[in-house]
């Protein structure tokens, strides 16, 4: 059975830093793209970011360029995100998704896998 899961979420203040990790398992996830979504309360599911298959293509949303970072360690089967200079703003769930259709499937947000969530909230 695949399963992706999300940890590292939490309570954090405004300028501060997490970092999210997702770790897949079922399958070998190295040749998938993977990304990051989140949803806020009330509103739509959004891209966050993606990486490709192999780390060397990385993309954001324009509000969190600078500012967030994903990364992927293959062995591990795991996806992270790291959140520097949080804001208010940036308080959602935020959800893990592979594909094994490459990295416009992730940026689409029509991934074959998706994880559970984790709960990020940023305090003013």
Excluded: H
């Excluded at 399963?3 to 079922?26: F, I, P, T, Y």
């Excluded at 949303?61 to 591990?76: L, Q, W």
């Amino acid at each position: 059975q695949v399963q992706m899961v999300e940890s590292g979420g939490g309570l954090v203040q405004a300028g501060g830093s997490l970092r999210l990790s997702c770790v897949a398992s079922g399958r070998t996830f190295s040749s998938d793209a993977m990304g990051w979504f989140r949803q806020a309360p009330g509103k739509e599911r959004e891209f966050v970011a993606a990486i490709s298959w192999s780390g060397s293509s990385t993309y954001y949303e324009d509000a969190v360029k600078g500012r967030f970072f994903i990364s992927r360690d293959n062995a591990k089967n795991t996806v992270y995100l790291q959140m520097n200079s949080l804001k208010p703003e940036d308080t959602a769930v935020y959800y893990c998704t592979a594909s094994g259709g490459g990295i416009r499937t992730v940026l689409a947000g029509v991934g074959n896998y998706w994880g559970q969530g984790t709960q990020v909230t940023v305090s003013s």
